[in-house]
């Protein structure tokens, strides 16, 4: 029943920005968080950032610190990634996701956009 779409991904140039969209259906769509996951290839997937669906915690990897940042919209049911200052090693598939609870794994998954930062 519950679907998420990634949206907004694309090359760009080394220092650039992009924002990346994920909607979900229904309207009561009400999970406990939200994220945002990235795999290159030959890569698992690794986490990138993350928002309880109050929008009262974020969570970042180091890596992205200070250039992501993860912001959700509960009445458009989506979320969102700014994404600025990127650098090659941010190419990937970037995937959503959402977990029911406060704990375990997450619960459903988009299917992906991809990022490549080049230069």
């Known amino acids: 029943q519950v679907q998420l779409v990634e949206s907004g991904g694309g090359l760009v140039q080394a220092g650039g920005s992009l924002r990346l969209s994920c909607a979900a259906s229904?309207?009561?769509?009400?999970?406990?968080?939200m994220g945002w996951f990235r795999q290159a290839p030959g890569k698992h997937r690794d986490f990138v950032a993350a928002?309880?669906?109050?929008?009262?915690?974020?969570s970042y990897a180091d890596s992205v610190k200070g250039r992501f940042t993860i912001s959700r919209d509960a009445a458009k049911n989506t979320v969102y990634l700014q994404m600025n200052s990127l650098k090659p090693e941010d190419t990937a598939v970037y995937s959503c996701?959402?977990?029911?609870?406060?704990?375990?794994?997450?619960?459903?998954w988009g299917q992906g956009t991809q990022v490549t930062v080049s230069s």
């Open positions: 996701g959402a977990r029911v609870r406060s704990w375990g794994d997450y619960n459903y």
């Open positions: 229904g309207r009561t769509f009400s999970p406990y968080a």
């Open positions: 928002i309880s669906w109050g929008g009262d915690s974020t």
